[in-house]
């Protein structure tokens, strides 16, 4: 992966940005590390930078929260749709066509942004949880394995499911994981893998664990609810013009 001076300089300071959202709002490395670097890479050269970082920072996230284990048995069934629908979405966004995948990308980041801006909370009964995690879950691989981003629909589906806010947080950092460790996976199988771009990603966990750690100093400072919405305002606009440049 041959990056000028002045696009290294921008990954850096991407992933500590990114890290310091997900300190602050304990989800959004994925989704601003993707954004950006969506407007200025590929969006599969975006998504080889960010395994590794991503998968660190996921881990910590979810190994913090209190139980892996009960989490782990009542989200199964979404957990294994997520890897089926990354392996199967996998082969879009290492087809090579740019332009579909920044407007897939684009268009993701708009309507997770709208979405949890506009929608009101709510919540889903426990008679439907078995068919809505499958469900959920696939449809979240699927636009993980198109664009890199983790977030739709499983973060407003997970928000739905009535957890504690630390159990959300871990549940957030388990889906995550497993979207992250499924991408890897679909790429080597697509013969998408990042070849040196492993040394990249490995080398950016720096800045998003600096970020991450910058990040939860200043959630004491500030009002996370306030910096979540600036941020999802941010990744709205950005969604926004990267969906009309690849489509002009």
């Known amino acids: 992966m041959d990056l000028s001076p002045a696009t290294l300089a921008l990954v850096v300071a991407t992933f500590f940005v990114a890290g310091l959202v997900k300190g602050v709002t304990g989800m959004g490395l994925p989704t601003v590390a993707m954004g950006v670097l969506g407007a200025v890479l590929s969006p599969l050269a975006a998504a080889s930078l960010l395994i590794v970082p991503s998968s660190v920072t996921n881990l910590w996230q979810l190994f913090a929260g209190p139980s892996v284990s009960a989490l782990s048995r009542r989200l199964w069934p979404m957990m294994a749709a997520i890897v089926l629908g990354t392996l199967a979405g996998s082969a879009i966004l290492a087809g090579g066509d740019g332009r579909a995948t920044t407007t897939a990308l684009g268009l993701a980041l708009v309507l997770y ?71 890897a996976a679909g790429l080597l199988w697509q013969g998408a893998a990042p070849g040196t771009g492993w040394l990249a990603s490995a080398l950016l966990v720096l800045p998003a664990l600096v970020g991450m750690g910058a990040g939860q100093i200043v959630r004491a400072f500030i009002s996370p609810a306030v910096f979540r919405r600036v941020f999802l305002v941010g990744l709205l606009l950005l969604g926004l013009e990267m969906t009309a440049r690849a489509l002009v």
């Open 113 to 183: 942004a709208a979405v949890t801006l506009l929608a009101r909370p709510w919540r889903v009964p426990a008679a439907w949880e078995r068919i809505a995690s499958p469900l959920v879950g696939l449809a979240t691989g699927l636009v993980t394995g198109a664009t890199g981003v983790f977030v739709i629909p499983a973060v407003p589906y997970l928000q739905s499911l009535g957890f504690e806010r630390d159990t959300l947080v871990q549940a957030l950092g388990l889906s995550f994981t497993v979207s992250t460790f499924a991408l």
